[in-house]
């Protein structure tokens, strides 16, 4: 899983979605250093069978592609600043083949093919004629929503098709976000987006709020290098207990 903040305007930036998604940001770190501490042995947490951990990812992941939807809605007030989204599409293309390759290294038999970064690129270029926020916008995204919970159909298992969803089985990966359903949760954020920019970009938040807000305004920086940290970290401590 991971994050990205979709391009604003200086003038577009709404507090209370920074907010949102520093709180994903943090809840996403929280995660990642339970699933290292058992990649180095020291706990034996279910990550891919425990209730609690497959809708804590859920949870997570939900946030930040919701919230990436209301981004790329308020970017998109007024017409899109074409310059500075090629260039954030450019930059988390990179940032996901970084991805892909250093998973390559750590887990070769079930590396990221198409994690959350991989997605963000496809869904930021899908999601462009639905900017406007408008009625259709919400019935497309509930419906890849229940497809993706209710329809499974062999074609998709095909490594060919494996980033569309649908799929009968779960592929071996380590982050694995496929469009359907996860592009239906950009939907309903691009039109959410219309409500949240008209009602909530002049509320003031607390003091207290300002390092979520921060941690939002710098998820993708936060997202490449907490995981390198906090392996680093742990490799220092419990090393040894690799074979």
Not at 68 to 89: D, I
Not at 182 to 211: A, K, S
């Amino acid at each position: 899983m991971g994050a990205i903040a979709q391009p604003h305007r200086a003038s577009s930036r709404v507090p209370i979605v920074d907010a949102v998604r520093g709180l994903a940001v943090l809840l996403m770190v929280g995660y990642h250093s339970c699933f290292d501490l058992n990649f180095y042995g020291q706990t034996h947490f279910r990550f891919n069978e425990d209730p609690f951990w497959l809708d804590f990812r859920t949870i997570i992941v939900g946030l930040f592609l919701c919230v990436m939807g209301v981004s790329l809605h308020l970017a998109g007030r007024g017409g899109l600043c074409w310059p500075r989204y090629v260039r954030r599409l450019v930059l988390v293309s990179v940032c996901a083949g970084l991805v892909t390759v250093g998973s390559l290294f750590l887990f070769r038999e079930s590396y990221i093919f198409f994690g959350v970064l991989h997605f963000v690129v496809v869904a930021s270029l899908l999601a462009l004629p639905f900017l406007r926020g408008e009625g259709i916008t919400l019935v497309v995204g509930l419906t890849c929503i229940v497809l993706g919970n209710l329809v499974q159909h062999p074609i998709f298992d095909h490594p060919a098709w494996q980033w569309v969803g649908m799929m009968t089985h779960k592929p071996i990966t380590e982050d694995y976000v496929p469009l359907v359903p996860w592009f239906g949760v950009v939907l309903v954020g691009v039109w959410l987006g219309r409500w949240i920019g008209v009602g909530w970009g002049r509320l003031t938040l607390p003091r207290t709020m300002t390092p979520l807000v921060i941690l939002g305004r710098y998820s993708l920086l936060v997202y490449m290098l907490h995981q390198p940290v906090i392996m680093g970290l742990l490799y220092l401590l419990y090393g040894q207990a690799i074979s």
